[in-house]
C-alpha cells in the first residue's frame, strides 16, 4: 500500500523563478493538501485540494496556487519565488468522508525547496 | 483565534528516563488533537489522537497522551525513552471546516534529544 509520494525530493531555484511540486495521495485517499514548513518552524498549511477544486486556503499569496487531477494526484505551484519561499513542502492525503479524526492526515516526506 | 502552543522548544532527556512534551490549544469548538513525529529529513508520522472518550490515549511506539479540556492541554508522555525517539515532535489540532473539510493548525514542535 503505497503512502504518499512526493517530487522531487530537492530543488534549487532562483529568486523570481517559478517552480511546481508534485504529489501522488495515498491509495483510497481523495483529498490532497500542502503545507509550508520553514526550518524550525511547525507546518503552515497553504490549500487543500477535493474534487479537484480548492476548497481551503491558508494565508498565503497568489503566487501560491494548485491543481488536483482526476487521479487525485495534485501539484503545488509558486510563481515569481523569493527567498522566504525557501522550505520544506509537505504534501498530506486523508479522505473527505471522513473527518479529521477518522481520518488523520498521512503526509509525504516533503521537497526541500531553496531559493538562491 | 485558534492556535497550539508548544512552549519547549528543545528538551534532553537520558535513554530511560520518563519523557513529558507540553501541548496547549486554543480552539473554540470541540478539539480534535495529534501528536505527530518528524525524524530528520522526513515528513510527519502520526502517533496519536484524540476526539471523545477516554482522555488518556494510547499510540505507537509506546507514547500516550492525555487531554486535559479545563487546562486546554493535551500532553505527550512516554515512561521510557529510547535512543530512538530523538526526533521533532508536533502537537496539532484539527480545525474543521463548514465545508467538511479540515486543515490542521501545529505548534512550532518540540525537539527531543537522547543522551546515551
Known amino acids: 500500500d503505497a503512502g504518499v509520494t512526493q517530487s522531487p525530493t530537492h530543488l534549487i531555484k532562483t529568486r523570481g523563478q517559478q517552480v511546481t511540486l508534485r504529489c501522488s495521495p495515498k491509495?483510497?485517499?481523495?483529498?490532497v493538501s500542502w503545507y509550508q514548513q520553514a526550518l524550525g518552524q511547525g507546518p503552515q498549511f497553504i490549500f487543500q485540494y477535493y474534487e479537484e477544486e480548492e476548497r481551503q486556503r491558508g494565508n498565503f499569496p497568489d503566487r501560491f496556487s494548485g491543481h488536483q487531477f482526476p487521479n487525485y494526484s495534485s501539484e503545488l505551484n509558486v510563481n515569481a519565488l523569493l527567498l522566504g519561499d525557501s522550505a520544506l513542502y509537505l504534501c498530506a492525503s486523508s479522505l473527505a468522508a471522513a473527518s479529521s479524526y477518522n481520518s488523520p492526515l498521512h503526509f509525504g516526506n516533503g521537497t526541500r525547496l531553496t531559493v538562491t | 483565534a485558534q492556535s497550539v502552543t508548544q512552549p519547549d522548544i528543545h528538551i534532553t532527556v537520558s535513554e530511560g528516563a520518563s519523557l513529558e512534551l507540553r501541548c496547549n490549544y486554543s480552539?473554540?469548538?470541540?478539539?480534535?488533537l495529534f501528536w505527530y513525529v518528524q525524524s530528520p529529513g522526513q515528513g510527519l508520522q502520526l502517533l496519536l489522537k484524540y476526539f471523545s472518550g477516554d482522555t488518556l490515549v494510547q499510540g505507537i511506539k509506546g507514547f500516550e497522551a492525555e487531554f486535559k479540556r479545563s487546562q486546554s492541554s493535551f500532553n505527550l508522555r512516554k515512561p521510557s525513552v529510547h535512543w530512538s525517539d530523538a526526533a521533532e515532535y508536533f502537537c496539532?489540532?484539527?480545525?474543521?471546516?463548514?465545508?467538511?473539510?479540515?486543515?490542521?493548525?501545529f505548534g512550532t514542535g518540540t525537539r527531543l534529544k537522547v543522551l546515551a
Open positions: 496539532a489540532v484539527g480545525a474543521e471546516a463548514t465545508s467538511g473539510t479540515y486543515k490542521y493548525i
Open positions: 491509495s483510497g485517499h481523495d483529498t
Open positions: 480552539y473554540g469548538a470541540t478539539p480534535y
